[in-house]
């Protein structure tokens, strides 16, 4: 595969359609952007792609709750069009608002005979906008290739993971839990500020059995460039933002 193309996803309340676009061309891809809509009308279009991406903002006014409006739509036009997109080796992708719309539509954790597991408030109760640390653990998914950490900003008001033991215990065994917020001694964490939101596990990221779906609530989008973080003079000279590597770890391993 020479250049694969990568469709975002947009719908109202959607707010990083043009950053998560931008990525995918640095990454290498051929990206375009649609709105729901389209798709709905005809979801063969998902044919014509080998990435998808769900970006992150505040879908349809997170009304109902985050991506629960998003989810529904999906769920009910597009549920066995997004399954052949994942069997036939596509990836697909949801940032932030695009996590929690995956989480709702069941897409992710994609696992059965776990229990539930979900979204939700964040511990303090607010909007939390800060940077983080994070620890990738590669192996399952083709968006983590390297177990370097990364420094991505998080936006989100309902980031918090949350599930009973069991299952986080099962995920975390079966490799699912793949990337996670860390301390400054890189030990996952609960405790905020590092874990902004109190996820359990310190879970930031997870894919499906398969890895090729990934979910993830900091935004790498918005990290593609050195300057964009906030310490750039302190880290020495860089070629790129630690979240481009994502995109670019995805469109790698689709062309090998």
Known sequence: MATPRALILRAPGTNSDEETALAWQLAGADPET?????????????????????????SYGDDLGAGVVFAARLNQALGDALTRFRDRGGLILG???????????????GRSGVGN?????????????????????PGRTPFLADDTP??????????KFLTDPQTLQTLQEAGQVVLTYVDESGHPTDAFPANPNGSMGGVAGLCDPTGQI???????ERNIDPLHHPKWTRRGP??????????????EALKA
Not at 38 to 53: C, G, K, N
Not at 96 to 102: D, H, K
Not at 152 to 157: E, S, Y
Not at 239 to 251: C, H, K, M, Q, S
């Open 34 to 58: 649609l709105h729901v809509g389209r798709v709905l009308e005809l979801p063969s279009r998902l044919d014509d792609y080998q990435i998808l991406t769900i970006p992150g903002g505040f």
């Open 95 to 109: 940032i932030c608002n695009g996590f929690q719309v995956l989480v709702r539509a069941g897409l992710l954790p």
């Open 117 to 137: 597991a979900t979204l939700t408030n964040n511990d303090r109760g607010r909007y939390e906008s800060r940077w983080s640390r994070l620890a990738p653990k």
């Open 150 to 159: 990364i420094d991505l900003p998080v936006a989100h008001g309902e980031g």
């Open 214 to 220: 990934f979910g993830l609530m900091p935004h790498p």
């Open 238 to 251: 860089g070629t790129e933002g630690d979240g481009l590597r994502i995109f670019r770890n995805a469109v």
